[in-house]
């Protein structure tokens, strides 16, 4: 039966790429300095309001939590308090945070974030309680130094940045640090990491006082990690100018004017030192209101997610950009899709869809959500990914839990404390939904509690129910993907007409009262991601999600399905070869023409008429085994 709608609720499938300009209309002045915080057309839900529910995401960001609360605090400290002329007996950690290696600590930065992201997340006094403790040892090892400088490695490595010295990427580590500081305040509460990181900023002010333009220059060709967007964000935090002038000196003109000028450049450049100097440049339009930074961001996410993103959303191959934009093919490699890029790119993805809220970006946080995120966590032990191998007969190479401490270790860490994150979204009057994940957000400031309930992408149904104190009017959007055949939608039972087109969001605008529900389907098809200069090489997906071909655990033992003891600037490496995926006859127009669902498995397909036997499931549900992404149709 088909409803008709009376006056109260107004139906719509207009809010799409169109709704909102490319960039939001605001008349800010570009004042160097200027702490002005422009208000986004969108805003994210607190951490704190949305709550996970049963399902796949739940279950990842509990095992990540067991991982988190496995690592021993006096270890994380070690090297910090012997920095610092600080006793300690503990037992050091091994890989890239071992005593020798030059970016030691970094991953105490992350492991600060992540506690306050999943403490937020879940409201877990136990995991608020480590990092508050881990605030109150590192604010004793900044004392002890007296100077506001806080690492786990000593300010020599400084002093040779400064003298262009080799030295591994000191302001990398200390942005973590910060950031991690930065979190604990904001999402935790904890003032004594906000005073800690005050210290250190004054530090960094004082060490980049004397340093001429050109000088400057140089030391943004190492690794900085996000510098720029950290001192944005305390700009904003703290309202006090002199750090969004100091984040200036952090963006980096090199990477920016090609940018800027609308040219892809970044051929040869290393993936995760570019991402976070971008996402800076976002926060820096955001805190200063300067269009210029606006347009290095939108023009970056564009050309790196339209011509350099592989199926799954992830972007790199040996950690760098080795090719023009469009040319792909000779990018897989089984070092593709370093995961810290995934991370960082989701984080730029957020600023885009708060200022346009165009459905293609939250198409894009959903591809990388699946692909690049949920399944580089081993479910046995939390361990994590440095790279997703997309060349054939590879497999995931996981770390151990003490003796790697990859970079990729501490991003998917916090990747995993908030899987919630950008679930919803909201304006002035109404909800954005955008990932379709078991989950509750309440906003406080309308009495408004909404539930979705779904088994997606195990099912195409999505179900949302609104809990009310009062009647209330606002517009509820639920986002129409782009991979979507067809779709529908009830209320209270009842279908409603004018189902939006793919790539948009469905608008249910009425007055809604307690207990009302909302029902989408969203239904999926097969379908290829085919790579742009060699269109016989093709992914197979479902909806956004790639299906790999599973190619078995020959040759494969314990030993090299995960990581040895990474060595100082080293990172993983395989030590068996890959094997050959089989070439897929009779497939070229429709991936159905050869493969056919498994009842009763939801998302598992079975090949049909080839050589030899092949079964396809969602890449993020590969452990241990080898696989196959792209097939030579």
Not at 91 to 119: I, K, Q, V
Not at 188 to 214: F, I, R
Not at 385 to 407: A, E, I, M, R
């Amino acid at each position: 039966m088909t409803l008709r709608i009376p006056r109260r609720t107004f139906v719509a499938a207009a809010f799409g790429t169109a709704s909102l300009p490319l960039w939001p209309a605001t008349s800010l002045g570009q004042a160097s300095g200027q702490v002005t915080t422009i208000h986004n057309p969108l805003q994210p839900f607190d951490l704190k309001d949305v709550r996970l529910g049963a399902g796949p995401a739940l279950e990842a960001a509990q095992v990540n939590r067991r991982y988190l609360l496995e690592l021993d605090p006096d270890r994380l400290l070690h090297m910090f308090r012997l920095t610092a002329g600080l006793p300690s007996t503990a037992e050091p950690l091994g890989g890239w945070e071992a005593p020798d290696n030059e970016l030691r600590g970094h991953f105490t930065g992350h492991y600060l974030s992540a506690c306050a992201l999943l403490a937020a997340q879940t409201g877990d006094a136990e995991v608020r309680a480590r990092g508050d403790l881990m605030v109150t040892e590192l604010a004793k090892c900044q004392a002890a130094l007296g100077n506001g400088f806080l690492s786990a490695f000593p300010e020599e490595l400084f002093d040779r940045l400064r003298a262009g010295k080799p030295a591994w990427a000191p302001f990398y580590t200390l942005h973590k640090i910060m950031a991690g500081l930065l979190d604990s305040y904001t999402l935790s509460g904890n003032e004594a990491a906000l005073q800690t990181l005050l210290g250190m900023a004054k530090w960094t002010a004082a060490w980049t006082q004397p340093l001429s333009e050109d000088h400057m220059a140089r030391v943004l060709e190492r690794e900085y990690g996000g510098m720029n967007e950290l001192l944005y964000n305390l700009g904003a935090v703290t309202k006090d100018a002199k750090w969004t002038e100091l984040a200036r000196r952090f963006d980096h003109e090199r990477v920016f004017a090609p940018l800027a000028a609308g040219r892809d450049e970044l051929q040869g450049l290393h993936v995760n030192t570019t991402i976070p100097k971008v996402i800076g440049a976002a926060r820096g339009y955001e805190v200063t209101g300067d269009r210029r930074l606006q347009n290095v961001a939108g023009y970056f996410w564009h050309t790196v997610t339209e011509r350099r993103c592989f199926c799954t959303g992830g972007t790199s191959s040996g950690e760098s950009w080795n090719t023009p934009p469009g040319q792909l093919a000779k990018e897989l490699s089984g070092y593709t899709q370093e995961c810290c890029v995934t991370y960082n790119m989701q984080k730029l993805t957020r600023h885009l869809f708060q200022w346009t809220g165009d459905a293609r970006a939250a198409d894009y946080y959903e591809r990388a959500y699946y692909n690049g995120i949920l399944g580089v966590q081993h479910p046995s032990d939390g361990d994590k990914l440095y790279y997703v191998p997309l060349q054939s007969g590879f497999w995931k190479l996981f770390g151990t839990p003490l003796h790697d401490f990859w970079c990729c270790t501490g991003s998917m860490a916090e990747s995993f404390a908030k899987l919630g994150d950008s679930i919803y979204f909201h304006d002035e009057r109404g909800v954005f939904v955008n990932l379709f994940v078991p989950s509750t957000v309440t906003w406080a400031e309308k009495d408004v509690r909404l539930t979705q309930e779904t088994r997606f992408p195990d099912s195409d149904t999505v179900r949302l129910t609104v809990h009310l104190k009062r009647p209330t009017a606002m517009p509820l959007r639920v986002r129409v993907p782009s991979w979507v055949q067809g779709g529908s939608a009830s209320l209270n039972g009842r279908a409603l007409d004018g189902f939006a087109s793919p790539g948009s969001y469905f608008v249910v605008d009425r007055r809604w009262r307690d207990g009302d529900v909302l029902e989408v389907r969203l239904p999926m098809r097969l379908h290829y991601a085919v790579i742009p200069d060699d269109p016989t090489l093709r992914a197979v997906m479902y909806g956004p999600i790639v299906l790999a071909g599973r190619l078995g655990a020959a040759g494969l033992t314990k030993d090299n399905l995960r990581a040895g003891p990474t060595k100082p600037r080293t990172i993983p490496e395989y030590t068996s070869d890959p094997v050959a995926a089989p070439a897929i006859v009779g497939g070229s127009d429709d991936p159905s023409n050869w493969l056919r669902p498994v009842a009763g498995r939801p998302l598992e397909f079975q090949a049909t008429g080839q050589a030899t036997p092949l079964t396809l499931v969602p890449l993020h549900r590969v452990f241990d085994e080898r696989y196959a992404v792209y097939w030579k149709v």
